[in-house]
């Protein structure tokens, strides 16, 4: 199914491609694979906690997205492999002169592999365009853990979300079938920004999901589940959480005024569900203290 109906118009952006793909060699996870085109690269990978776990971080050296940029990223595991996938930094949309900018992340998971996708927050320039995309394909006992956060603006400068538009998909499937379908699309300026049953003028959203093995990863999840309701009391005035569970997904969301407080929010229901579906302690990316 492909990850949009229509193709951009070639444009004078960046067109950048970034594919990576994880095998499984003895109780090793290695990056069997890694094809780049223009400035989208991977750093060498890291095992910060053994052999079984490769950690890597997506570079994008111009440090910004600008109008008629396009970006894709696509990362295959191969049965019974494990990686960690995050950002060394966040990414920036910035002002749009008129062309839409894309970014397009297709991320594939054999049976009996483990993807965690752990990218630090998206900021949005005011005046930005910029669908951004992201496809989870699960295969058979296939786990997940992963998240995407949003800022629309710049709250720290004072910047609003006045003019732009941004449009995101964030879907997780499994074996064919749709687990989880989130299509957003906001505009500078638009009532949804500041509307009570919209985002109340916060300029972060973020959303986290959790998948583990069916059927058992049903019952992992309920287990941690009272776990994670106790990290809620943690967000501030003007912030609202919550946790959800649909067809064996757990769904959390954040609504508020940080991308700071929303990352560190997520990593602490990471660090509870880490364990619960994974078997494995947290181990923080060495990318998130810098």
């Known amino acids: 199914m492909p990850l949009r109906a229509?193709?951009?118009t070639p444009s004078?952006?960046?067109q950048a491609c970034l594919t990576l793909g994880f095998q499984r060699q003895g109780s090793r996870t290695i990056l069997g694979s890694c094809l780049h085109r223009g400035p989208l690269q991977v750093q060498r990978p890291f095992y910060p906690e053994g052999e079984a776990v490769c950690h890597v971080a997506i570079l994008h050296p111009p440090g910004g997205v600008v109008g008629g940029d396009e970006l894709r990223f696509n990362a295959a595991l191969d049965a019974n492999s494990h990686a960690l996938i995050t950002t060394p930094a966040a990414g920036k949309f910035y002002r749009s002169a008129g062309p839409m900018a894309y970014q397009t992340q297709r991320l594939t998971?054999?049976?009996g592999a483990v993807l965690e996708w752990l990218p630090q927050e998206n900021i949005v320039y005011a005046g930005a365009k910029i669908h951004a995309i992201t496809r989870v394909e699960l295969q058979g006992d296939a786990r997940f853990i992963g998240w995407e956060i949003l800022c629309l603006g710049?709250?720290?400068a004072g910047e609003i979300f006045?003019?732009?538009e941004y449009r995101q998909n964030?879907?997780?499937w499994r074996d064919g079938e749709p687990l989880y379908l989130e299509h957003s699309r906001y505009n500078g300026g638009d009532p949804v920004l500041a509307a009570r049953w919209g985002l109340q003028n916060q300029p972060v959203s973020a959303t986290l999901l959790c998948a583990g093995s069916p059927p058992d990863g049903v019952n992992i999840i309920r287990a941690g589940w009272e776990e994670l309701m106790a990290l809620l009391p943690a967000t501030g005035a003007g912030e609202l959480a919550t946790v959800t569970q649909l067809d064996g997904v757990l769904i959390g969301r954040y609504l508020g005024p940080s991308a700071v407080r929303a990352r560190r929010l997520?990593?602490?229901a990471w660090e509870v569900l880490r364990p619960a579906i994974l078997n494995r302690p947290a181990c923080p990316s060495r990318f998130w203290n810098t």
Do not use: D
Request: glycine fraction near 10%; aromatic fraction near 14%; proline fraction near 10%.
């Open 6 to 8: 229509t193709v951009p």
């Open 12 to 14: 004078k952006g960046w």
């Open 109 to 111: 998971v054999a049976a």
């Open 154 to 156: 710049r709250p720290a």
């Open 162 to 164: 006045t003019t732009g």
């Open 170 to 172: 964030f879907e997780l």
């Open 266 to 268: 997520f990593t602490l």
